[in-house]
């Protein structure tokens, strides 16, 4: 604690007497400062406590003594130390009332204490103070240390929540609570989440102070040394922390920034293993990649797993207005931002930090491989990370809907697979992904397309621009009025070639349709007796809608 004027009153050697503002003595006194001026104020910084002799004031009016006084506590100064025998032999009874009026606790300095005795005491305990927080601050910083290496992040808010008496959440990339401690804080942190989201949109590192409710001032600060933060931390206190409090929190701060740049170093090492258990399990060799995912990625083997690919779209052209603000889920409202605003680089590093918050916190392996401008994933079938993706590419399928955001991200899902059927799994999800790009979706599902028709896959330029030269001739020929050849042949393939079915259903004989089919072989050089030509016919008929 820093001096008060209470301590200095009850200063064994200094002797002070109380004659006025007895309810402020509470107050911390920041420095003692002596001034005979009439007007001491445009040198004050506020928290002094005066020391005067009254050598350039009539002390004895009553109207100049109320001036002074409320002159001085306007300019924050918390006490008055009037010394007696100098210039008058008491304190005069107008100094005395106008500082009762004013509230200003006031001092009565006896002739043997001469002023410098009670800075040096004001100066001794703001020393001892400011020992006792270095002190505190290095004890603090220990014991957040052994927990941080010991408990991890759970240990430290343990620690730095009791030396501010307070509590103190640790948030996520997408700003959901990671920890918090005591566990009764849960609640509150979780109300602090917007919060959260606006100060990752500032450069790290960022801090702000919020109102966390009646009785709670919580300070969140940034943790991470990049350009964009990958944490946050929240310390809720029912006033400004003090010296102590500030040496710990910053303390914390370090500690976990450095937890957090040893977990990017960790997460690089974990993606380099796991590029190599997908490489294996794509060779065909799934006992070795299970002895390479060991405790890391062997769970997520154990259990049936989407493989996703997801790439992200060209850019919008030039003149195409930026996106407008959606809305997202909590948690994800922020990441989504960044992804149509390109804070974070790129939109597949938006959906790698979606999927590895929710695995991480519902406790699952996912396995991220990035592979050039595509990403591989490998999730928990029906997990949480599964399900975080699929809301991501849910929530950009309705920016798209509603015309307020230009493509960005194309993303393909396996059907639930194991290490056995890894190659199978990682074929079916760039069929869904090469499917997801030609239909204008961000999110198609390998069963999605297995369970549909084949027709839709027709909807492309280059199938239609072939469908129609292909029947080109035909249509030239039936436009002359010599005949029906386009109709005739589609419904002869609908009746797999039956002529009699076929000719009923043109209402024409038989014969008729018999020269008709070969009309259309001469005209287009190919025999209908080719079971591919047919099914090209088949197909073109469909694509052009014939």
């Known amino acids: ?10 200063h064994s050697s200094l002797k002070l007497t109380v004659r006025a503002g007895e309810d402020h003595l509470d107050t911390p006194v920041r420095w003692a400062h002596v001034s005979e001026l009439a007007d001491p104020v445009p040198y004050m910084e506020g928290g002094e406590l005066l020391l005067i002799t009254a050598l350039k004031l009539d002390a004895d009016d009553p109207e100049a003594m109320r001036r002074y006084v409320r002159r001085l506590t306007g300019a924050g100064v918390v006490g008055l130390g009037f010394a007696v025998g100098v210039n008058y032999d008491d304190v005069p009874e107008a100094l005395v009332r106008a ?3 004013e509230g200003l606790p006031l001092l009565e300095v006896p002739p043997r204490t001469p002023f410098i005795a009670i800075s040096k005491a004001v100066s001794a305990a703001i020393a001892a103070d400011q020992y006792r927080a270095v002190t505190s601050g290095f004890a603090a910083q220990r014991e957040l240390t052994k927990q941080a290496l010991n408990e991890g992040p759970e240990g430290l808010l343990a620690v730095l929540a009791a030396q501010v008496n307070g509590w103190a959440a640790l948030y996520d990339v997408s700003g959901a609570v990671v920890a918090t401690a005591p566990e009764w804080a849960g609640r509150r942190a979780a109300r602090l989440t917007p919060d959260v989201e606006r100060l990752r949109e500032r450069p790290a590192p960022a801090s702000a102070v919020v109102a966390g409710g009646a009785d709670d001032r919580v300070e969140l600060h940034s943790i991470g040394t990049g350009r964009r933060a990958r944490a946050a931390l929240a310390v809720g206190t029912a006033a400004a922390l003090g010296t102590a409090e500030r040496y710990a929190l910053h303390s914390a701060i370090a500690l976990l920034t450095l937890v957090t740049e040893r977990s990017r170093a960790l997460y690089a090492a974990e993606q380099r293993i796991g590029a190599a258990v997908l490489r294996m399990l794509l060779a065909g060799e799934p006992d070795h990649a299970r002895a390479v995912a060991g405790d890391l990625y062997g769970a997520l083997l154990d259990a049936p ?20 603000p959606v809305t997202a889920a909590p948690g994800m409202a922020s990441l989504l931002g960044e992804a149509m605003t390109g804070a974070s680089g790129d939109p597949l590093s938006v959906l790698v930090d979606v999927v590895e918050s929710a695995a ?27 399900e975080a993706c699929l809301q991501y590419a849910e929530v950009l399928e309705a920016t798209r809907a509603d015309g307020s955001a230009a493509d960005e991200l194309v993303i393909g899902f396996s059907a639930p697979a194991g290490p056995i059927a890894a190659v199978t799994a990682f074929k079916q999800a760039e069929q869904a992904l090469s499917v997801a790009r030609r239909r204008g979706r961000v999110l198609v599902e390998h069963e999605d397309v297995v369970a549909g028709s084949v027709l839709p896959l027709l909807a492309d330029d280059a199938v239609r621009a ?9 249509r030239d020929h039936d436009a002359t009025g010599r005949g029906d050849l386009v109709a005739s042949l589609r419904a002869w393939l609908s009746r797999h070639g039956q002529w009699d079915a076929a000719a009923a259903d043109l209402g024409v004989h038989r014969h008729t349709l018999r020269y008709r089919m070969r009309r259309v072989e001469e005209i287009l050089g190919r025999s209908l007796d080719d079971p591919d030509v047919r099914m090209e016919l088949w197909l073109a008929l469909k694509a052009t809608g014939v």
């Open 1 to 10: 604690m820093p001096p008060t004027l209470a301590s200095l009153v009850h």
């Open 99 to 101: 500082a009762e009026e």
């Open 305 to 324: 797993f989407r493989m996703v690919a997801a790439e992200a779209a060209a850019p919008p052209p030039d003149g195409v207005a930026a996106p407008a």
């Open 360 to 386: 991480a916190r519902a406790g699952e392996a996912v396995l991220v491989v990035p592979d050039g401008g595509r990403t591989v994933l490998l999730v928990v079938d029906g997990g949480a990370a599964a």
């Open 466 to 474: 072939f469908a129609d030269g292909l029947l080109r001739a035909l």
